[in-house]
């Protein structure tokens, strides 16, 4: 099973948005509160090369996808 993991800030718009979504269509998803932990988020922004938040990522076993941001996720979930 795939799992949806959404890095993220408590008060991104964004971020609460794709939460939202993905309840909305049923997906499960694990939301990654990062309010405190600055250099987590920077090493996560690294790791997946990407700038913004949320920084969205499929895990397929031991393959981590990233979906990118919530447009990306809304694209994907067409």
């Not at 049923?26 to 949320?54: C, G, H, L």
């Not at 919530?70 to 979930?77: F, G, V």
Request: glycine share 6%; with cysteine.
């Amino acid at each position: 099973m795939d799992t949806i993991f959404i890095y993220g800030v408590s008060d991104c718009p964004h971020c609460l948005r794709a939460c939202a979504d993905l309840m909305d269509n049923d997906v499960p998803y694990i939301f990654i509160e990062m309010d405190f932990a600055k250099e987590y988020r920077e090493s996560i922004k690294q790791k997946f090369n990407w700038t913004t938040y949320p920084v969205i990522v499929r895990v397929k076993g031991k393959e981590e996808i990233l979906i990118g941001g919530y447009e990306q996720l809304k694209e994907s979930m067409k």
